[in-house]
Each structure stands twice: as C-alpha cells, then as structure tokens.
T-cell receptor, first 114, second 115 residues
Framework: DGGITQSPKYLFRKEGQNVTLSCEQNLNHDAMYWYRQDPGQGLRLIYY???????QKGDIAEGYSVSREKKESFPLTVTSAQKNPTAFYLC?????????????FGNGTRLTVT | AQKITQTQPGMFVQEKEAVTLDCTYD???????LFWYKQPSSGEMIFLIYQGSYDEQNATEGRYSLNFQKARKSANLVISASQLGDSAMYFC????????????FGQGTRLTINP
C-alpha cells in the first residue's frame, strides 16, 4: 500500500543533541512538507520541498534543517539551536501541480527533549 | 498572507445530531482551495473534504458537507448524524493555487460526541 512512513513514533533526546526524524513516501509525490504541532494547537509549517535538491523555509524554520536528495525521502534534523523542540512532528506529501489534491500525512513522530 | 480562524476551541454534541464547525479565512487571492482534516487522538491527519474557490456547488463527501460562502470568506464543515467516532480535532486549511502550494492551518476545534 502507498503511504508515508515516519519513524520513530516516539523519540527522546537530551538537550543539546541534534536529532533526525525520518520521512519516506512511496506515493510518487513531488512535494513534501514538515509541520510541527504543539499541544492543542494547529500545524505550523517548518520546511517544504517541491522538487529534489530544492527546499524552502516555512514559517518556523529556525533551529531546523532538511535535505531532499531523493524524491522519496525528506528527513528533518532538529538542531540544538531549536529553543523548544519538544513537539509532535508531521510529515506530508502531495502532487506538486495539483492545487486541489490534499496533503497525505504520516502518523507523526513525538519528540521529547529533556 | 493567508490566515485561517476557527473560533470554536471545543464543541460538545449529542450523538446523531448534526454539527457545524466554523472556519473563516483571510486572503487577497482570488483562487484558492479549502480543506478540512480530522485528527483523532492517535495523531494521524485524515483528509475529509475539499472546496475550490471557483466551485459553484458546495462540496459533499458522505456525511460531510462544506457550507462555502465566498463573499463572507467562510467555509464551515457540517457533519450530519454525528457518531461517537467523530470525536476528534478538526482543522480547516487553505492553499493558494498560484505559487508555493503549502497548506496553512487553523488552530482547530475539538469535537466531542456524547452518547
């Protein structure tokens, strides 16, 4: 079945450590996205990529980095520069040129930094 | 810039009743798309329904319908005959048709269906 796989589901890190969240899709979608969700809040866009080897900052990119070396993969690194990294992270993908196609989401990674 | 406003942080509804979740948006674009997503307590985001700004008819998908009033910039989700499984967070989102196709989300409404 086609879909988006995020791993791991839960992640625990010590403050000051960088951590990379995995996101893989087999939907052949061009565009991929990373969102952050805080408790009881909406989703805020961190980074997005519309083609391989290209990505743009979203609304809250500070303290995060991404790469898009393959169409299927869009890993997110939460660096030690991110002030409040504890959150729920959602990866999504969509067709690039179809504005009416919905984003398909993974099941998310819950990151806890202590 | 686009902005989505969901004014109802929480709603409580009796099972089998219809429920309307409010969504208003702000954009200077003439062409855009509006989406509704459901997020159960497990965390996954489930796409429910889509409405294009130039669609003349309100979108419907099973028990979900979208009450789209373009002049008022509102896109309310209507759930008919609510079920216990409808208890979840619901998010309204908007996407521009031109340019970068990122989705901007509202703050969400937590819907609780009581038996």
């Amino acid at each position: 079945d086609g879909g988006i796989t995020q791993s791991p589901k839960y992640l625990f890190r010590k403050e000051g450590q960088n951590v990379t969240l995995s996101c893989e899709q087999n939907l052949n979608h061009d565009a991929m996205y990373w969102y952050r969700q805080d408790p009881g809040q909406g989703l805020r866009l961190i980074y997005y990529s519309q083609i391989v080897n290209d990505f743009q900052k979203g609304d809250i990119a500070e303290g995060y980095s991404v790469s898009r070396e393959k169409k299927e993969s869009f890993p997110l690194t939460v660096t030690s520069a991110q002030k409040n990294p504890t959150a729920f992270y959602l990866c999504a993908s969509s067709w690039k040129s179809s504005y009416n196609s919905p984003l398909h989401f993974g099941n998310g990674t819950r990151l806890t930094v202590t | 810039a686009q902005k989505i406003t969901q004014t109802q942080p929480g709603m409580f509804v009796q099972e089998k009743e219809a429920v309307t979740l409010d969504c208003t948006y702000d954009t200077s674009d003439q062409s855009y798309g509006l989406f509704w997503y459901k997020q159960p307590s497990s965390g996954e985001m489930i796409f429910l329904i889509y409405q294009g700004s130039y669609d003349e008819q309100n979108a419907t998908e099973g028990r979900y319908s979208l009450n789209f009033q373009k002049a008022r910039k509102s896109a309310n989700l209507v759930i008919s005959a609510s079920q216990l499984g409808d208890s979840a967070m619901y998010f309204c989102a908007m996407r521009r048709i031109q340019g970068a196709q990122k989705l901007v989300f509202g703050q969400g409404t937590r819907l609780t269906i009581n038996p």
